[in-house]
């Protein structure tokens, strides 16, 4: 963490907004690390109001998780349609996931800002899946508020005692997506054919 608290340090508030939006397009950046970094220097220093980190937390959520989602929708789901044959997506498994997220992709992309990996990746499953406008920025901006909130306050609130309870809760949290990953897997595979089904007359025709 010392060296996002140096970046923090200098760019302050625009540091705390553009890590976490590149880290919600994809890229592998310690977003929840500059939100807590930030608001423990709101705390201890009081050179950084922590109302701000939040919003800025928030902003950065919300505007990087929203270009992810563009690039998904737009490149993504070319790059499936083209190359999906070659790592075993046919079409029928392609608009399977499509279903999938058609149903569950609201769970996703709120849950998933509480997720390490899933962070980053959700807004652009979102966007290859093909999720409806409307329905992603609703869950995106539900799960970017509720996420920045908890994690901005209680920095800001337990101190530095935030640094222990962050690795566990991350862990936590990193296990509890696995699991549910696993029992979602299990779920597919044993209806795997009607589910297929249901997402053909769903979505008829070719793809894209």
Known sequence: MPDVTHFIAHYGYWAVAI????????????????????ALIAGSTRELNIA??????FAG???GASIGFSIGREVGVRLLVKCGSHVGLNERRIKLGRY???????KVVFFGRFAPILRALAALLAGVNRMEWRQFTI?????????????GFAAYAVGDEIKRLSGPIGIASAVIAFIV??????????????????AERKFPGPIG
């Open 139 to 151: 869950f995106n901006v539900g799960g970017a508020a509720a996420w920045a909130v908890l994690y």
């Open 19 to 38: 890590v976490i939006a590149l880290e919600s397009i994809g890229l592998p950046l310690p977003g929840e690390a500059t939100l807590i970094a930030a």
């Open 61 to 63: 959520a919300v505007l």
């Open 100 to 106: 999938l997220f058609w149903r569950h992709g609201g």
């Open 181 to 198: 990953l696993l029992i979602g897997t299990a779920l597919i595979r044993r209806h795997n054919g009607r589910l297929a089904d249901e």
């Open 52 to 57: 701000l980190v939040v919003v800025a937390a």
